[in-house]
């Protein structure tokens, strides 16, 4: 009688382990609309330096539950769908709101840019849910969302910096250029430019030689010029993606191993195909002499 209750024991501790490993990349996800919320209330307070730095904080956390539920092997639907809807506050929300109390807010139809921004954020999300999400992929369709709120959101942080207030940027129509960055943004979440995704580290080819120097680069930039940092490389990794993409478009070429755009269409033309063919059935062995096993009571059924 002992035997079983060590086997039931055993699989019991297994089961608590795994939901501990399960809940583990949602915590991040929920972390991440931690700071979305608080980035909301901070900008409503004025605290624009640390709305910024929630939303930041938020892109943090958004890197790590995806990469946590990798590692893990904990990947879920349920995730995915979750992220997206945090990643629409967090990213799409907040961003718009610090945008809205910190730089515009001069006019009555200034708030039409925090909607439009808002609603590029959720439609980019929810066809990234379609497309790419839960695949391996080296190219992003569209902007990343992180990517766009988190330029919005530093910007206050740049704009304070000494290189913004004693130089020629300083004397720039700041108010109009956000503007027009702002729908510039919405629409490159909308649309089908390729931004690379995460860079590859190594040194056996010039890809992952560069990847290297950018991740050595964004971490001495992090960790020593913060405020001076985070927009002027968020604004370039922007026009990166947007000129390799005119620039592949002319040579009429796409990048290497980014996956195809498909639509909602397409997918349920796979599945349907996917059900339509036909399954192979194994062919059961008899045992030797003839006849068949029938199995003995207590395997192979629903009761123990």
Known sequence: MQQPDR????????????????ILPNGFTLANLFFGVFAIVAASRREFDTAG???VLGGICDALDGRVARATGTGSRFGSELDSLVDAISFGLAPAMIMYFAVLNLNGWDWMFAFLFTACAVIRLARFNVEQAGRAKKYF???PSPAAGMTLATYYWFSQTPLYNQTILGDLNWTVGMRGLMLTLAFLMISNVSYPAVPTVGFRKLSEILGTLVVIATFLGVLFLRKEFYFPALVLYVLYGLAKTVLFGLLDKRPR????VISDDDEIAE?????????RRRRRRRPPGGGDRSPSPGMGGDGL
């Not at 024991?9 to 382990?17: D, E, N, P, V």
């Not at 599945?271 to 399954?279: D, F, G, I, K, S």
């Open 7 to 22: 086997i039931r024991s055993r699989h019991s501790g297994r089961g608590r382990a795994r939901r501990g490993v399960v």
């Open 53 to 55: 730095l929630y939303v």
């Open 141 to 143: 369709h569209g902007l």
């Open 257 to 260: 191993r980014d996956s195809p």
């Open 271 to 279: 599945e349907a195909m996917e059900q339509q063919r036909p399954t």
